[in-house]
């Protein structure tokens, strides 16, 4: 099974930078994901992208992030202006079919804003 | 709304010991289950499912029983080793996109 790919594997930032997240899973996955983890606790779901557009978002998805496919490969997620709250291990995960034994993760990139 | 509630860790073990890791969910329907783990510099990996009540998942020497009666699904394995070292996660959806996760347990096997 192909692995997706997740870059960088750790970022530091400083606080109020922008920063993107780059996950490349492949361009026939038509289901994508982020979902992130705050040291210590539960995995959280951020967005799905289904056909190129949002299609689910959480409440932590606000106005300050945004997913794109810009190259029809890369899924990529961007923070415009960081906090220290979003400190967090963030996954990307896409879908080959509609059913949860379905996903694949990437290895996660660990954001630290300081 | 849905969530996961698991064992906290660490939880450090002998080879060859025997290894749970408890897991209980609140779900509005039925959900299928899951156990993720995560190996070192790895992404997350399904390791074992179940998708309705009284089903047994079962992978590498793993186990869990979907259990409606307690709305859990615990995690076993008979005898560990060394590479069972790993973060494993236990979560559920309801509609087979949307994950919702517990914290993760953080298992470290001692030769």
């Known amino acids: 099974e192909p692995e997706v790919t997740q870059t960088p594997s750790h970022q530091v930032t400083q606080m109020g930078q922008e920063v993107i997240l780059r996950c490349v899973p492949i361009?026939?996955?038509?289901?994508f994901y982020w979902y992130r983890q705050i040291l210590g606790q539960k995995v959280e779901f951020l967005v799905s992208f289904y056909n190129n557009e949002i299609s689910e978002k959480s409440e932590i998805f606000d106005d300050q992030f945004s997913v794109e496919r810009p190259d029809g490969s890369n899924f990529t997620l961007k923070i415009r202006s960081t906090k220290l709250e979003d400190s967090a291990m963030y996954f990307c995960a896409r879908q080959i079919n509609r059913g949860a034994d379905g996903y694949t993760f990437g290895s996660g990139t660990r954001l630290t804003v300081v | 709304g849905n969530s996961v509630t698991q064992m906290e860790g660490p939880v450090t073990l002998s080879e060859e010991a025997f290894l749970t890791i408890n897991c209980t969910y609140t779900?509005?329907?039925?959900?299928?289950l899951f156990w993720y783990v995560q190996y070192p510099g790895e992404g997350l990996q399904l390791l074992l499912k179940?998708?309705?009540?009284?089903d047994k998942g079962s992978n590498k020497g793993f186990e869990a029983t979907y259990r409606k009666e307690t709305t859990s699904f615990h995690l076993e394995k008979g005898s560990v080793q060394v590479s069972d070292s790993a973060v494993y996660f236990c979560a559920l959806t309801l509609n087979d996109y949307k994950l919702s996760f517990g914290a993760g347990t953080t298992v470290t096997v001692r030769a």
């Open positions: 361009s026939n996955h038509l289901y």
């Open positions: 779900a509005t329907g039925y959900p299928s």
């Open positions: 179940a998708t309705k009540a009284d």
